[in-house]
């Protein structure tokens, strides 16, 4: 069974896609950029401020299905300038402890000029 999942107080995407899927024991998440869910606009300016809003974004998700970055098994990273790479790690690495299995791509644009964005994939508990 797929189940399409959607976290209460966020804004809909701005394309044709859910914020995620459930599906024979995963989570799979779409890519969650710096848009502060309570204001639907991008927060922040810098990459520092961009990758602690992705991270809130996607550890509110998370808590709405019941999980943590503990259950995350996979991420894909997206970065419009690897220069930020170190800066984006730093952060990064507060909130993903358990090392999982990742991607990271420099990317020439992102929607609403993000500077980062982050998809997951968890397993359900």
């Given at each position: 069974?797929i189940?399409?999942?959607?976290?209460p107080g966020f804004?809909p995407?701005?394309?044709?896609?859910?914020?995620g899927m459930?599906?024979?024991g995963f989570?799979?998440?779409?890519g969650q950029?710096?848009?502060?869910?309570k204001t639907?606009t991008?927060?922040?300016?810098?990459?520092e401020?961009?990758?602690?809003q992705?991270?809130e974004?996607?550890k509110?998700?998370?808590?709405?299905?019941g999980l943590?970055?503990?259950?995350?098994?996979?991420?894909?990273?997206f970065?419009?300038?690897?220069?930020?790479?170190?800066?984006?790690?730093?952060i990064y690495a507060?909130y993903?402890?358990?090392?999982p299995?990742?991607s990271?791509?420099?990317?020439k644009?992102l929607?609403?000029?993000?500077l980062?964005?982050?998809?997951?994939?968890?397993?359900?508990?």
């Amino acid at each position: 069974m797929i189940e399409v999942i959607s976290t209460p107080g966020f804004p809909p995407g701005i394309g044709p896609y859910s914020q995620g899927m459930k599906a024979n024991g995963f989570l799979f998440l779409s890519g969650q950029t710096p848009v502060n869910p309570k204001t639907g606009t991008l927060e922040g300016d810098s990459i520092e401020s961009q990758t602690r809003q992705v991270m809130e974004n996607l550890k509110l998700i998370l808590k709405n299905q019941g999980l943590g970055f503990e259950d995350v098994i996979k991420t894909t990273c997206f970065l419009t300038d690897m220069a930020h790479f170190s800066a984006f790690n730093q952060i990064y690495a507060e909130y993903f402890t358990g090392k999982p299995a990742r991607s990271c791509f420099a990317v020439k644009e992102l929607p609403r000029k993000s500077l980062c964005e982050v998809e997951l994939i968890a397993v359900l508990k």
